[in-house]
């Protein structure tokens, strides 16, 4: 059974910084990755790493946020710096496993002062 496990969000002033990590279990993953969904907003990538450790992030967090992966753990992680308001959201922990697409439970995100 694959189980997907955020943590890390909460609430951070602008131009602070976050930490999240996800373990997964449960299967050998070739892509994981970081979605984040704002209210009223759709669901977007934020980044994604391979496991050969190519990476690649939306435009909006370039310069900011780092996403890592330690393998031997099954974990992913987003390092976000300078975190700014609009990065508020519901933030999605997702895995591939050969063609099958996972998610966590989601970890909230709050930039405000």
């Known amino acids: 059974q694959v189980q997907l496990v955020e943590s890390g969000g909460g609430l951070v002033q602008p131009g602070g910084s976050l930490r999240l990590s996800c373990v997964a279990s449960g299967s050998i993953f070739n892509a994981m990755g970081w979605y984040r969904q704002a209210p009223g907003k759709q669901r977007e990538l934020v980044a994604a790493i391979t496991r050969g450790g190519s990476a690649n992030y939306a435009d909006s967090v370039k310069g900011r946020f780092t996403i890592s992966r330690d393998n031997a753990k099954n974990t992913v992680y987003l390092q976000m710096n300078s975190l700014k308001p609009e990065d508020t959201a519901l933030y999605y922990c997702?895995?591939?496993?050969?063609?099958?697409?996972?998610w966590g439970q989601g970890t909230q995100v709050i930039v405000s002062s």
């Open positions: 997702h895995a591939r496993a050969i063609l099958l697409d996972y």
